[in-house]
């Protein structure tokens, strides 16, 4: 770390926001790596993603269909959310890997187990993703398996990475002719296994090689596809995986306006607990997925998180407020504070087995069976000690990653109108396609009743 300072000069030296400072208007949106498409659900998978506790994300990224006739779908297939690159590149250029967190001028925030619970229904407890290989001769199986599924597809295609993600396309619901046509109970299980090869190697997981899908997921869609009682799936931390991810991978006209109102912002103009039991009811009087809340006693922990060989740090400690929590002025370091090069692990540029990676990684999947053990701990919110931390933070790193016109506490005097518009707009229509989801969730093991009913 810089003297007095927050952020480290090795890596300032290369972050966006010293290139930003620099030449201001140099950098670009980044470009966002999305599925692109989302694809259909057979209700005949349902028990099964319930099972491996996929079930509510499942239905969070499912496809649309442009109408409904007569309790049929028909149309053409529609994503369900849009991704913003502007908004997120703004968001990229504030991440601080010093301190794994998010650096505003209102104060620190970070993506919490928190977010993953509410936002994503994804389940924490259980097995953490580490290190897995392909199975060997995957493909030669992957080949047999698929042979005679789909009479119209292609023959299998695949790289050393893993099958061509052109290839795995041809096992979508609609190629079938679903819902028109049944299906039988192999093209349901395999099509299964295909979907859940798109799910982890294009959603929830999107560091790939763009047009295979890595064949080391194979191992986790086989066994939820061919399950036949929930014995028969490991119950993995997914949660916990994506988190990992996200940390370490962190449209044009609007990026600069984005950028000036991000800087412009005061805390008290921030959601700090968008979770609380008064917002939840706001935003979904039926009640909630019992999802969002099973895992809460991992919320805090200190444990490391961890997806495939990436071991990432959490610092809730920087970011109590988010949880109605007492900020500490000088918040600690983490107790066992991760090494440079443990945080560089990646497969890229190695031939490592899995075996050999866990090797490396395995003191942090131990930890993680004492996560709820050993958690962060703190009193009630309080505004006072947040000022004096504010105060201090302020000093110790860069506040903006560009100067702008109007460097004051003020919002832009310019028009920013179109690009504000554009970002509500996107709010109300995320809002209201979160809202349809939840009121498809009918399934009654799966929902939070509201107390006194």
């Known amino acids: 770390m810089m003297a007095g300072s927050l952020l480290n000069a090795d890596i300032d030296r290369k972050h966006r926001s010293t290139l930003f400072d620099a030449e201001p208007g140099s950098l670009k949106h980044l470009i966002t790596r999305t599925p692109m498409s989302n694809w259909m659900i057979h209700p005949y998978w349902l028990q099964r993603l319930k099972w491996a506790g996929l079930l509510p994300f499942v239905h969070l990224v499912e496809a649309t269909h442009t109408q409904e006739i007569e309790g049929r779908h028909h149309g053409f297939q529609t994503t369900r959310m849009g991704y913003d690159g502007s908004l997120l590149t703004c968001l990229v250029d ?3 890997p010093e301190t794994h967190t998010f650096h505003f001028r209102w104060g620190e925030m ?24 392909a199975p060997e001769n995957w493909a030669q199986e992957m080949a047999q398996r698929f042979y005679g599924i789909h009479e119209g597809a292609p023959e299998f295609t695949y790289e050393n990475h893993g099958s061509k993600f052109d290839w795995l396309q041809n096992y979508q619901l609609q190629r079938f002719g679903y819902p028109d046509v049944l299906m039988t109970a192999p093209q349901i299980t395999r099509s299964l296994e295909a979907y859940l090869l798109w799910l982890l190697g294009k959603v929830m997981f999107t560091e790939n090689h763009v047009s295979t899908i890595s064949a080391c997921y194979i191992r986790y869609a086989r066994e939820i596809a061919e399950a036949t009682c929930q014995n028969d799936i490991t119950q993995w931390s997914w949660r916990s995986a994506v988190l990992a991810a996200t940390y370490r991978e962190q449209v044009t006209r609007c990026y600069p306006a984005f950028s000036e109102q991000f800087d412009t912002l005061k805390e008290e103009s921030v959601i700090w607990e968008p979770y609380t039991t008064a917002e939840a009811f706001a935003r979904y009087p039926g009640g909630l997925s019992i999802m969002c809340r099973r895992d809460e006693d991992y919320w805090l922990t200190k444990s490391k998180i961890i997806f495939d060989c990436q071991v990432e740090e959490m610092s809730q400690q920087r970011v109590m407020r988010q949880f109605g929590l007492r900020q500490m002025v000088d918040p600690p370091s983490p107790e066992a504070p991760l090494s440079l090069d443990v945080h560089m692990y990646s497969r890229k540029g190695t031939k490592r087995s899995a075996n050999q990676w866990l090797q490396r990684v395995n003191t942090y999947i131990n930890g993680w069976q004492n996560a709820i053990a050993d958690v962060w701990t703190a009193p009630a919110f309080d505004m006072e000690l947040f000022h004096a931390y504010l105060q201090r933070y302020m000093s110790m790193t860069r506040l903006r990653p560009v100067h702008h016109a109007h460097d004051d506490e003020t919002y832009p005097s310019q028009s920013t109108m179109e690009p504000r518009q554009s970002a509500t707009d996107m709010t109300w229509e995320l809002q209201n396609e979160v809202n349809q989801w939840e009121r498809s969730l009918s399934s009654a ?4 009743p509201r107390q006194g009913v």
């Open 94 to 96: 504030r991440w601080r």
């Open 445 to 448: 093991p799966l929902l939070l």
């Open 110 to 133: 970070a993506p919490i187990l928190q977010d993953v619970s509410y936002l994503l229904g994804l389940p924490l407890a259980g097995v953490l993703i580490g290190p897995v290989d």
